[in-house]
C-alpha cells in the first residue's frame, strides 16, 4: 500500500490447463517471471492548505465583505463634502423618480 505499480495482464489458457501467461499492458511485453517492482509513492490524499488570510480576501465573500466595509466608511465622507445646496438639488431629483415599490402590483398610492 502508497505504491503505484504498472498494470499485468494474466491470460490462463482453457486449451492447455497449467499454462499462464503474464504480459504488462502499457508495452504488450510477455513476462517470464511475475514480480511486481513499483512505479512510485502514490499520494492517496490531497494535502491541505493551510490558513491564509490573502485566499479568504480573494474569495467573492471576502470581495464583497470588503467593498461593503469601503462603502460604508467612504460614503459618510463622501457626503460631507458634499455642497448642501448640491445635496438638496439631488434629493429633489429622486422625488420624481417612482420608487420600485410603487411599480408592484397590487400596491396603490
Request: net charge neutral.
Amino acid at each position: 500500500m502508497g505504491y503505484f505499480f504498472s498494470p499485468v495482464r494474466i491470460d490462463i489458457s482453457s486449451r492447455n490447463p497449467g499454462k499462464v501467461q503474464a504480459a504488462l499492458t502499457e508495452n504488450k511485453r510477455v513476462l517470464h517471471e511475475l514480480v511486481f517492482e513499483h512505479l512510485r509513492e502514490e499520494q492517496y490524499y490531497e494535502i491541505r492548505e493551510p490558513f491564509s488570510l490573502m485566499s479568504l480576501l480573494k474569495s467573492p465573500m471576502g470581495l464583497m465583505l470588503g467593498f461593503m466595509v469601503i462603502v460604508v466608511f467612504l460614503m459618510p465622507k463622501l457626503m460631507e463634502n458634499m455642497d448642501p445646496e448640491e445635496m438638496r438639488r439631488a434629493q429633489e431629483e429622486m422625488r420624481g423618480v417612482p420608487s420600485l415599490s410603487s411599480m408592484l402590483p397590487g400596491r396603490s398610492n
